[in-house]
């Protein structure tokens, strides 16, 4: 590896503490992301020197907080090559995002009989949201199946769209198999069979991994959040294209998102602001902005390379040991860097994911279990939880050398 | 962690489970599952006059859930319906014999709380 892993691993001041006792290794980065100390410190000096509220007033202050916050909109924006910064929302993390779309585009644009077509591979946060809206307005749920091997049966894609379709979404990598879906052919098929449909992209765990250039995949919609791409917890971000979020009605009612405000009726503010209503999470924009510069020191392909190489080196591990059950594509140039496992005798899960992964936690090894935000996913695999690790871009092979025989003492202990 | 949680005398339990199995016709029975983890306990009792004459759990979970069901089944045989309703959560962890994390704390109550909702069926 001639990525420069342990220098980068040094701007992480988490990963030099110890957990009872244990060297900490972190695999769970799907779920949150550690944060370099440059983003620490960004936050820090941010709230030391440059705290006032944004786009407010007019002192230096809060000229440089604003500034602060306006930047860092545009490094998103350009991070993700999504053009114009103005279709950058900030909100509060990618659940927060969808559930704008579901309220501010759904509620005006789904009618009954609609069709939404979603994946079964969906988190909960880019399923409950149109479950919910779906009840509201008695439109109808689809599905594009997920095979065996993690993928989408995309060969019934065409077949589940009607004229009915108003929107098609879909996550741009699964948080439990892995799987990195061909988002800019799919955009391309839906369009091309419907072209009034509207595209939302579920980008949680793409952003934090690889390049994603937003312009180029034409999504209309696409979210994903601050806290897994080594920024801050209460950040994250809407991406829509501007005739939309012209057309949208607002999700949240208050100040910042008006323009003149009267006892009886006010008007909007432009978008983005007239999405963001109140006080923002500004040092948190701050963060991301300085998360964003980070990535990009390193190169979002580098991170990629990085990250698919471990993921290699883990599949061959992990199928090495006898009834260890792995979900999702085998082959690591398909799947980023999330596995989800279980220990498994025929098709009965013989160690409960909680279990194994307490053991871990007992050699300092921080992994996820349980029913990682995907319940009815999981349901097709027939697992009632499942355990996962997931990478970044500060782990090693070292650390999944240490994984492999922590597994080996569970089996040991449940006597597997 | 305190490796404690999987000493020996729980993983026996896993591996030989006293009072595991079901009952034909019980007096008492309730269901419960642990929706964030995939936890789920059901316990049927037979009563014998005011007592517990037999108790038996099912289903599935982590080593936790399920040595707590057979510790707990095991313990209110024969015991008086009256004493039984008084059971509480640190009658559970001494019967364990453990002080799970927080995160843990549900999987070891979980048969306490399906053994409550069959004393009230």
């Not at chain 1, 025929?346 to 994911?353: C, M």
Request: proline share 4%; net charge positive.
């Amino acid at each position: 590896m001639n990525f420069a892993v342990k220098k980068i691993r040094k701007d992480f001041p988490i990963l030099s503490r110890d957990i009872r006792g244990k060297k900490l290794i972190y695999l769970d980065s799907a779920a949150t992301s550690q944060k370099p100390q440059q983003v620490i410190d960004a936050i820090s000096t941010h709230l030391s020197q440059h705290n006032a509220n944004v786009h407010r007033g007019v002192h230096k202050l809060t000229e440089e907080a604003t500034e602060a916050y306006e930047a860092s909109r545009k490094k998103v924006a350009d991070f993700v090559n999504a053009g114009d910064s103005r279709q950058i929302v900030f909100v509060r993390n990618a659940t927060e995002a969808i559930n704008l779309i579901a309220y501010s585009w759904g509620r005006k644009n789904i009618k009954k009989g609609d069709e939404i077509l979603l994946t079964q591979m969906e988190h909960h946060s880019n399923l409950v949201p149109w479950q919910q809206l779906a009840k509201e307005t008695s439109a109808k749920l689809k599905f594009i199946p997920v095979n065996n091997d993690g993928l989408l049966e995309l060969n019934r894609l065409e077949d589940l769209i009607t004229p009915k379709t108003k929107l098609a979404s879909f996550p741009h990598v699964s948080n439990v198999l892995g799987t990195i879906n061909p988002v800019k052919q799919m955009v391309e098929r839906i369009r091309k069979e419907n072209p009034h449909i509207k595209i939302l992209i579920d980008g949680a765990q793409a952003v934090p991994h690889m390049p994603v250039s937003i312009q180029h995949i034409k999504a209309d919609f696409y979210a994903f959040t601050g806290h897994k791409m080594l920024g801050p917890s209460g950040i994250g971000v809407l991406y829509a294209k501007k005739e939309l979020l012209e057309k949208m009605d607002p999700f949240i009612f208050g100040g910042d998102m008006i323009l003149r405000v009267s006892f009886d009726k006010s008007s909007w503010n432009f978008y983005p602001w007239k999405f963001e209503a109140g006080t923002p999470n500004i040092e948190g924009a701050v963060g991301l902005g300085v998360a964003v510069d980070y990535l990009s020191s390193i190169g979002m392909k580098t991170i990629r390379q990085h990250e698919k190489e471990l993921t290699e080196y883990t599949l061959k591990k992990l199928s090495n040991i006898e009834n260890l059950e792995i979900y999702g594509p085998r082959n690591a140039e398909k799947r980023a860097g999330v596995i989800s496992f279980n220990i498994v005798k025929g098709r009965k899960i013989v160690i409960h994911p909680h279990d194994l992964v307490s053991i871990l936690d007992a050699e300092g090894i921080e992994a996820r279990s349980g029913r990682l935000c995907a319940e009815p996913l999981l349901d097709i695999f027939k697992a009632e939880a499942a355990a996962r690790v997931s990478f970044h871009v500060y782990n090693t092979k070292e650390e999944i050398d240490a994984l492999i025989p922590a597994i080996e003492k569970a089996k040991k202990m449940f006597k597997i | 962690m305190n490796d404690s949680i999987y000493r020996e005398e729980i993983l026996e339990i896993i591996v030989n489970p006293q009072n595991r199995g079901t009952i034909q016709d019980p007096d008492l029975e309730a269901t419960l599952d642990n929706p964030l983890c995939g936890d789920e306990i059901r316990l049927q009792i037979k009563l014998n006059g005011s007592r517990i004459g037999k108790a038996r759990f099912s289903g599935g979970g982590c080593a936790i859930s399920l040595a707590s069901a057979d510790l707990l089944a095991q313990s209110i045989e024969g015991k008086r319906l009256t004493q039984i309703k008084k059971l509480e959560t640190s009658d559970i962890l001494k019967l364990l014999g453990m002080n799970p994390n927080p995160a843990r704390m549900k999987c070891a109550l979980l048969s306490l709380e399906v053994l409550k909702n069959a004393l009230q069926g």
